[in-house]
């Protein structure tokens, strides 16, 4: 039968954009370099948290003002990304952070407040190197 093809898991279903750790940590290194200490706060708070934007937004701390996608924009670029993410990616990175610290579905679903596991489940998203090492560890 064989393995899979690579690249193809999941074709139904999208894959969320996701930072990877080394995005993570440049973006951060880039907010500290640059961003005033109320961007530092939110960007360490959102990857931490996964708190969505109008989460973030809804905080009552002062003047903080994250409904603008332009500053993460400008995060991203002192950072150097190749990639563009939406905000929301942040909140992707921080379940998938969650999810690979742990391996356990239940409590990803829980720190993501999601009400179906299924909805969890798209954060998994298992590298096929991942699978490749699950599918030979496998006796016949």
Do not use: C
Not at 21 to 33: I, S, W, Y
Not at 65 to 86: D, K, L, M, T
Not at 121 to 140: N, V
């Amino acid at each position: 039968m064989g393995l899979p093809k690579r690249g193809r898991m999941y074709p139904k279903f999208a894959t969320p954009k996701t930072l990877t750790k080394a995005e993570q940590r440049r973006l951060l290194r880039a907010v500290r370099a640059h961003g005033s200490p109320r961007d530092r706060a939110l960007l360490s708070l959102a990857l931490s948290t996964g708190l969505r934007l109008r989460e973030l937004a809804g905080l009552n701390v002062g003047d903080v003002s994250v409904g603008n996608q332009f500053v993460f924009r400008e995060w991203q670029a002192a950072a150097r990304f190749e990639s563009v993410y939406p905000f929301h990616a942040l909140r992707h990175s921080a379940i998938t952070n969650v999810y690979r610290a742990t391996r356990d579905l239940y409590l990803t679903q829980r720190f993501a407040r999601h009400s179906s596991p299924l909805t969890t489940t798209i954060y998994t998203h298992p590298s096929d190197e991942e699978l490749y090492a699950a599918l030979r560890g496998i006796k016949t």
